[in-house]
C-alpha cells in the first residue's frame, strides 16, 4: 500500500489567500495559465506579485492531499520528442525548441521567452522540473531572472512526521520558498518524499546520498555505487527535481581541511571523504560521474553540485580545500553539460564580505557560468541565534553579484531543529534578500513593488502598504499595538505622528500645490510655497515626535 | 526640586554580568581603567571583547540611579588647558596634545594613541565628550576604528515613563549600544534627559529642535533663533555629547522634493522645511551657524549635521535634494571645523545596494572625510516588520565602505514605537551589521572573535560557543530547545547530527591524525588517513542528518 492509498494519513495543510490578496491566473499561449498573486489596493489598481504557493492559495480550489495536485505538465510531457535521444530543457533550448515550460516561465518573470530559452541553452540557467513531477509549476533558476530562494525540510529522525512535513512545504512555499529540499532522514524516507512530491507546486531537491546512507546503516564505509545508483533511480522515478552530489570531493583534497579552523561542515561532504579515507580511493560518485549523469538525463533531473568542502568558518573562507574542488565542479559541469543534462553549482557557507565577490567571479568563470546555489553566506560566526540575518547579509551582496538561488538560514542554524515560525522567518528573511539583489540588479519588475508599497505609506493607505508587504499579517499585527482603532488605518497619521501634523503630511501638502499649479521653476515654487505656509501657519499643526530616525 | 532629588522617583535597571562573562578593568598609563567584558573559556583561555555597558555589568559595582554613575573624566577636565581658546578633542589633536580620552580610547580599541590623535585632528574621526557629562566612558566614531552603533530612545507622548528610559538606555547599553540618542518629546524632556545623562555610560545624542518645538506649542512657524539657541545651551549644560543639527535644509532645496514618492521624512527635516516656507526664508539653523558652532564649541559637543531630505524610498535615493543638501553639509562642515569644533554627517535611510557605494564616496570628498554615520540604510521598502533585516542588509555594506557608525532599526519601524525586545533586536542586528563591516575592512581585533566561536563550536564546547556569542542568552535557549539534558552541552555531537559521529567530528579526527604524526605532504597524510580511516570504519559510525545545511 503506497503512502497515499493510506487513508489513516490525512495532513491538514494551510490554505487559503494571504491577507489582501487572491490567487489570477494570466493567460498564455497554448492554454497556459500562470498563477500570480492580486494585491487589491483602495485605490482600484491593483499589483500583482510573483507566487509559489500553489492551489494551496486558491479560494475555489479542492485540496485533498492523498489525490495530491493536479498534473499540470502532463500533456506538455506527453506531447513531446526527444532530441537526439535526450529529452532535456537542455536539449531542446540546444535545438531551438522553446517548451511550453519556457513560455509558463517567459509570463511568470515577464520576460521574452527567447530570453528563456537563450539562457537554458548557454547553461546560464536551469529549469528543474524532472518529468516524474508533473505536479510543478515551471520556474527557472539563472542570474538573468529574478534571484529564488530554498527552504530545506525534512523529518529528522524522531522529531517530526510526514504530516509535519507536508504542512512545512505548503507553509515555505505560501511565504514564497521557490524550490524546497527535502532532507528526510531516518523512518519512512520515501513515504515522506512521495508525499512532498505529489503535493508541492515547487522543484524538489535532495541529497540522495542521505537516504543511500541510511541503507547501509549509516556506515559511510559500506556505501557503494551500487546502492547509490539504485537511491538515485528510486528518486528520480519518484520525481524529485534536482540532486545535490558532492562529486567534487576528492581524496587529495580531503588532506587540505586538515589545518582548517572548522575542518569539513559538510554532511554530504563529510560522508564522502569518510568513503575515501576509508577506502582510499576516489569516491564512486567521481568515478561513475558519466553514468550518473545518464540517469539523471532520462528524467530531466538537475545536477546541483554540492561543495562537500564549503568553508564552515570565516576563517576558512576561499581557502585552498574550498577552491580546488570548485574546479573540479566545473570539469564536472562540462561532462554533465555535453550530456545534456541541466546543472548548477552549490557555494558557501561562511564568507567575509570581503570575499564574495570572488566566489562569483570564479565560479563564473571556472563552472561556464552555471547557476550558483550558495547557503547564506554568512557574514560573520559570532551571532548563533540569528544566523537568518548574518546570512542575508551575505545571501543579498552574493545574489547582487549574480547568484541565482539563496537557501535559507534559520535562526535555528548551529543550534537545533527549525519548527514552523523559524521557517516562516527563514522564508521571510531570504525574500528580503532575495529582492534587494533583484533592486541592486534592476530587475524590470524589482522596484515596481517597492514604489507601489512606498506611495501608499507616503499617502496613508496603511493596508495597502501592509497588504503589499512580504508579511501582511506581521506588519499589521505590530501596527495594531500602538494603534488598534480601524479608523486609524485610513487616518492621515501614523503612530509616530500627531493627526495635524507630520514629516509626511507636509511633503505631500508641498507636493499637491505644486502639481495643482502646474509649477515647474523653483522660483515660482517658492512663491507658491510661501502661500501655502500662510495655510499651514495658520492651520497650527502640532507634532509629537517619534523616537525613531531622526 | 531637581529628578534627581526626587526621592519617590527610583528606576529598576538591568544589572549583573552578561552570560559566561564578567567585568575587567585594563590598566592604562595616568590610572587609566578601559573596562572590557571578558568571556572564561573551558579550555582555560580568555576572551575579552569591547565594553560599552558600563558599571551596570560590574558585579563589585553600586549602582545608585539616584547618585548617577562616578565622574570618570572629571578629574581631566579639571586639569586641562584650552588651546587658542577651544577647549574641544579637535583642538587638542591639531596643537598635538594627547589627552586621557584619546589615550583611553586607543587602549578600547587596541590601536596606537598617536593613531587616535592623528584621526580626530583630521577631521575623519570624533570623540562625542561633553565637558559636562564627565560620566561617559570615552569612544571614537572614525572609519579607522571599530564600527560604532546608536540606538533610539525617548519617551513619546504618552507610552513611556522616565524610569522606563532610564532602564532602556542601560538595556540597549548591556547588549552594545556604543551610543544613546535621546529623541524624547512631550512631558518631562528635560527631567526624562537629566536622569539619562547622569546615569549613562556612553555619549548621548539629541535632536534640540524637538524640544524647541516643544517650546512653542509644536507650530514649526513659530520657532526662532532664540528659541532654540537656549533650548541648546540648556542641553549643552546637561551634559548631551553631540547634536543632529538639520542645517542643510534650505528653502530652495524643498521644491526639489515635491516629486519625491515620499518627500521629506525626516522629521527635523519636514519641521526646518516648514520653518522655511512659512517665513519664506533661510532657516535660522544656517544662517546663524557661526553662533551655533560657539555654542558647541564652549562644551566640546559634536556636530552631526543631520541629512533633513533624506530618501525615504528606494525610489528617492541619490536624487537631487539628498546630494543638494549634503554639498551643504560640506560647507558647514569646513565652518565648524574652522572653530574647532568636531562634526559627523548623517546619512540615509532607503538605498538600493547599487548606489550605496555613491553615498559613502560623495560625503567624504563633499564633508572632508567627516565620520559618516547612517540611518540603516534600508535596501528594499516592501518588508515592514522586518526593516531591522532590510536595513542591517544595507548598514553592513555602507559600513563596510567606511560608514563609522550605524543609527540602529527595530522590527517596529514604520509601524510603531518599540519595546524593550524590539530595542534589543534592534542593538543585536546591528552589532551583526556592524561586526560584518569590521571583517570586511579587516580590522585586527574583529576576525579573533569568530575565530574563537567557530573553533569552539568545532570542538563541541558549546558553552563556550554561546558565550563568545552576541547574545549568549538566546543562543542557549534555542539549543536547549532540542537537547535541553546539561551534559549534552559538553558531549562531541550536536542536535543535528549523531552522537558517534557527525561532519566535524571526523574532520576533527582527520586534523588530529594529520597533526600528532606531524605530517607536511599530502601524500603523507593521505597515507596517514588510510590508516586512520581503517580505525574509522571498525568503530562503525551512525549518522543522523540535519535539515540544516546539505
Same mark, same amino acid.
Given at each position: 500500500m503506497t503512502a497515499l492509498e493510506d487513508r489513516s494519513v490525512r495532513p491538514e495543510v494551510t490554505t487559503g489567500p494571504i491577507r489582501g490578496s487572491h490567487k489570477v491566473y494570466l493567460d498564455g499561449p497554448d492554454d497556459l495559465r500562470v498563477p500570480v498573486r492580486r494585491v487589491e489596493l483602495s485605490t482600484g489598481e491593483h499589483h500583482d506579485v510573483y507566487d509559489?504557493? @500553489?492551489?494551496?492559495?486558491? =479560494?475555489?480550489a479542492t485540496i485533498d492531499v492523498r489525490a495530491g495536485?493536479? =498534473?499540470?505538465?502532463a500533456p506538455w510531457i506527453a506531447a513531446r520528442e526527444p532530441v537526439d535521444g535526450a529529452a532535456t530543457q537542455l536539449a531542446w533550448a540546444r535545438a531551438g525548441v522553446v517548451t511550453p515550460e519556457m513560455r509558463f516561465i517567459a509570463i511568470r518573470e515577464g520576460v521574452d521567452a527567447e530570453l528563456v530559452r537563450s539562457e537554458v541553452a548557454r547553461g546560464r540557467a536551469v529549469i528543474p522540473a524532472?518529468?516524474?513531477?508533473?505536479e510543478a509549476e515551471p520556474m527557472i533558476i539563472g542570474k538573468s531572472f529574478l534571484v529564488k530562494i530554498n527552504a530545506n525540510l525534512g523529518n529528522s529522525a524522531v522529531t517530526s512526521s510526514i504530516e509535519e512535513e507536508v504542512e512545512k512545504m505548503v507553509w515555505a512555499t505560501r511565504w514564497g520558498a521557490d524550490t524546497v529540499m527535502d532532507l528526510s532522514t531516518g523512518r519512512n524516507i520515501h513515504e515522506t518524499r512521495e508525499w512532498i512530491l505529489r503535493n508541492s507546486p515547487v522543484p524538489i531537491g535532495t541529497v540522495p546520498i542521505y537516504q543511500a546512507l541510511e541503507k547501509v546503516d549509516?556506515?559511510? !564505509?559500506?556505501?557503494?555505487w551500487e546502492v547509490y545508483r539504485d537511491t538515485v533511480i528510486e528518486q528520480c522515478e519518484q520525481g524529485v527535481d534536482y540532486m545535490t552530489v558532492? !562529486?567534487? *570531493?576528492l581524496l587529495r583534497y580531503v588532506?587540505?581541511?586538515?589545518?582548517? *579552523?572548522?575542518?569539513? *561542515?559538510?554532511r554530504g561532504g563529510s560522508i564522502m571523504a569518510a568513503w575515501c579515507l576509508a577506502h582510499h580511493r576516489e569516491s564512486f560518485l567521481y568515478t561513475r560521474f558519466e553514468e550518473l549523469c545518464e540517469i539523471l538525463r532520462a528524467y530531466d533531473v538537475t545536477f546541483s553540485? @554540492?561543495?562537500?568542502?564549503?568553508?564552515?568558518s570565516i576563517a576558512d573562507a576561499n581557502d585552498e580545500a574550498q577552491l580546488a574542488e570548485l574546479r573540479t565542479l566545473g570539469e564536472l559541469t562540462a561532462i554533465a553539460r555535453a550530456r545534456d543534462v541541466q546543472v548548477m553549482i552549490e557555494g558557501p557557507g561562511h564568507v567575509p564580505l570581503h570575499k564574495i565577490a570572488e566566489n562569483v567571479r570564479l565560479e563564473e568563470e571556472w563552472c561556464g557560468e552555471a547557476p550558483f546555489y550558495t547557503l547564506?553566506?554568512?557574514?560573520?560566526?559570532?551571532?548563533p541565534g540569528y544566523d537568518h540575518i548574518t546570512s542575508a547579509i551575505g545571501a543579498a551582496t552574493i545574489a547582487a553579484r549574480g547568484t541565482a538561488m539563496l537557501c535559507y538560514v534559520t535562526p535555528?542554524?548551529?543550534?537545533g531543529l527549525p519548527d514552523r515560525d523559524d521557517v516562516k522567518t527563514g522564508v521571510i528573511t531570504y525574500k528580503i534578500a532575495a529582492h534587494a539583489a533583484d533592486l541592486a540588479k534592476e530587475h524590470?519588475? =524589482?522596484?515596481a513593488r517597492d514604489d507601489a508599497l512606498s506611495a501608499a505609506r507616503f499617502e496613508f493607505r496603511w493596508l495597502d502598504q501592509f497588504h503589499l508587504s512580504l508579511d501582511p499579517d506581521t506588519a499589521l499585527s505590530f501596527h495594531d499595538e500602538t494603534?488598534?482603532?480601524?479608523p486609524a488605518k485610513t =487616518?492621515?497619521?501614523?503612530?509616530?505622528? @500627531?493627526p495635524k501634523f507630520c514629516s509626511m503630511r507636509i511633503t505631500q501638502d508641498v507636493r499637491e500645490y505644486a502639481e495643482a499649479h502646474g509649477l515647474t521653476s523653483v522660483e515660482a515654487i517658492e512663491a507658491g510655497m510661501s502661500e501655502k505656509a500662510e495655510e499651514f501657519t495658520s492651520s497650527g499643526g502640532r507634532v509629537q515626535l517619534p523616537i525613531v530616525n531622526g
Amino acid at each position: 500500500m503506497t503512502a497515499l492509498e493510506d487513508r489513516s494519513v490525512r495532513p491538514e495543510v494551510t490554505t487559503g489567500p494571504i491577507r489582501g490578496s487572491h490567487k489570477v491566473y494570466l493567460d498564455g499561449p497554448d492554454d497556459l495559465r500562470v498563477p500570480v498573486r492580486r494585491v487589491e489596493l483602495s485605490t482600484g489598481e491593483h499589483h500583482d506579485v510573483y507566487d509559489t504557493s @500553489g492551489p494551496y492559495t486558491d =479560494a475555489d480550489a479542492t485540496i485533498d492531499v492523498r489525490a495530491g495536485l493536479p =498534473a499540470l505538465r502532463a500533456p506538455w510531457i506527453a506531447a513531446r520528442e526527444p532530441v537526439d535521444g535526450a529529452a532535456t530543457q537542455l536539449a531542446w533550448a540546444r535545438a531551438g525548441v522553446v517548451t511550453p515550460e519556457m513560455r509558463f516561465i517567459a509570463i511568470r518573470e515577464g520576460v521574452d521567452a527567447e530570453l528563456v530559452r537563450s539562457e537554458v541553452a548557454r547553461g546560464r540557467a536551469v529549469i528543474p522540473a524532472n518529468r516524474c513531477h508533473p505536479e510543478a509549476e515551471p520556474m527557472i533558476i539563472g542570474k538573468s531572472f529574478l534571484v529564488k530562494i530554498n527552504a530545506n525540510l525534512g523529518n529528522s529522525a524522531v522529531t517530526s512526521s510526514i504530516e509535519e512535513e507536508v504542512e512545512k512545504m505548503v507553509w515555505a512555499t505560501r511565504w514564497g520558498a521557490d524550490t524546497v529540499m527535502d532532507l528526510s532522514t531516518g523512518r519512512n524516507i520515501h513515504e515522506t518524499r512521495e508525499w512532498i512530491l505529489r503535493n508541492s507546486p515547487v522543484p524538489i531537491g535532495t541529497v540522495p546520498i542521505y537516504q543511500a546512507l541510511e541503507k547501509v546503516d549509516g556506515d559511510p !564505509a559500506k556505501l557503494s555505487w551500487e546502492v547509490y545508483r539504485d537511491t538515485v533511480i528510486e528518486q528520480c522515478e519518484q520525481g524529485v527535481d534536482y540532486m545535490t552530489v558532492h !562529486a567534487g *570531493v576528492l581524496l587529495r583534497y580531503v588532506p587540505l581541511t586538515a589545518k582548517r *579552523v572548522t575542518g569539513i *561542515v559538510s554532511r554530504g561532504g563529510s560522508i564522502m571523504a569518510a568513503w575515501c579515507l576509508a577506502h582510499h580511493r576516489e569516491s564512486f560518485l567521481y568515478t561513475r560521474f558519466e553514468e550518473l549523469c545518464e540517469i539523471l538525463r532520462a528524467y530531466d533531473v538537475t545536477f546541483s553540485l @554540492g561543495d562537500g568542502l564549503r568553508p564552515g568558518s570565516i576563517a576558512d573562507a576561499n581557502d585552498e580545500a574550498q577552491l580546488a574542488e570548485l574546479r573540479t565542479l566545473g570539469e564536472l559541469t562540462a561532462i554533465a553539460r555535453a550530456r545534456d543534462v541541466q546543472v548548477m553549482i552549490e557555494g558557501p557557507g561562511h564568507v567575509p564580505l570581503h570575499k564574495i565577490a570572488e566566489n562569483v567571479r570564479l565560479e563564473e568563470e571556472w563552472c561556464g557560468e552555471a547557476p550558483f546555489y550558495t547557503l547564506g553566506p554568512l557574514a560573520t560566526d559570532i551571532a548563533p541565534g540569528y544566523d537568518h540575518i548574518t546570512s542575508a547579509i551575505g545571501a543579498a551582496t552574493i545574489a547582487a553579484r549574480g547568484t541565482a538561488m539563496l537557501c535559507y538560514v534559520t535562526p535555528k542554524e548551529h543550534l537545533g531543529l527549525p519548527d514552523r515560525d523559524d521557517v516562516k522567518t527563514g522564508v521571510i528573511t531570504y525574500k528580503i534578500a532575495a529582492h534587494a539583489a533583484d533592486l541592486a540588479k534592476e530587475h524590470p519588475r =524589482a522596484q515596481a513593488r517597492d514604489d507601489a508599497l512606498s506611495a501608499a505609506r507616503f499617502e496613508f493607505r496603511w493596508l495597502d502598504q501592509f497588504h503589499l508587504s512580504l508579511d501582511p499579517d506581521t506588519a499589521l499585527s505590530f501596527h495594531d499595538e500602538t494603534l488598534p482603532a480601524e479608523p486609524a488605518k485610513t =487616518a492621515h497619521f501614523c503612530s509616530m505622528c @500627531g493627526p495635524k501634523f507630520c514629516s509626511m503630511r507636509i511633503t505631500q501638502d508641498v507636493r499637491e500645490y505644486a502639481e495643482a499649479h502646474g509649477l515647474t521653476s523653483v522660483e515660482a515654487i517658492e512663491a507658491g510655497m510661501s502661500e501655502k505656509a500662510e495655510e499651514f501657519t495658520s492651520s497650527g499643526g502640532r507634532v509629537q515626535l517619534p523616537i525613531v530616525n531622526g
